[in-house]
């Protein structure tokens, strides 16, 4: 089993910037790629940005430039720096963990962290 906590969500203007933080416990060694998603109301769950165990980044369009996902396997935590925020961005940031068996792909959800962008 793997166990995610995030936090660093909050309240800030457009324009401002948060920075997000995961921190990862259990079978850690299963994992290979991590991400996070954001799911705004009345809205699917989105990626907006994962990385791979090698440090292999991918971001959605809206994330590209303004974001920045980093992993720190020393401390089993991985980070989402976001800049230049939007009231767009504003939803429910979860951290996501994958694991691959034979066969089969596990993913791990955290609680969920609110963003809120607004004036």
């Known amino acids: 089993q793997v166990q995610l906590v995030e936090s660093g969500g909050g309240l800030v203007q457009p324009g401002g910037s948060l920075r997000l933080s995961c921190v990862v416990s259990?079978?850690?060694?299963?994992?290979?790629?991590m991400g996070w998603y954001r799911q705004a109301p009345g809205k699917r769950r989105e990626l907006v940005a994962a990385?791979?165990?090698?440090?292999?980044?991918d971001y959605a369009d809206s994330a590209k430039g303004r974001f920045a996902i980093a992993r720190d396997n020393g401390k089993n935590t991985v980070h989402l720096q976001m800049s230049s925020l939007k009231p767009e961005d504003t939803a429910v940031y979860y951290c996501?963990?994958?694991?691959?068996?034979?066969?089969?792909?596990?993913?791990?959800w955290g609680q969920g962290t609110q963003v809120t962008v607004s004036s």
């Open positions: 990385i791979t165990g090698g440090g292999s980044t």
């Open positions: 259990g079978s850690i060694f299963s994992i290979s790629a």
């Open positions: 996501n963990a994958v694991a691959l068996g034979p066969g089969a792909r596990y993913d791990y």
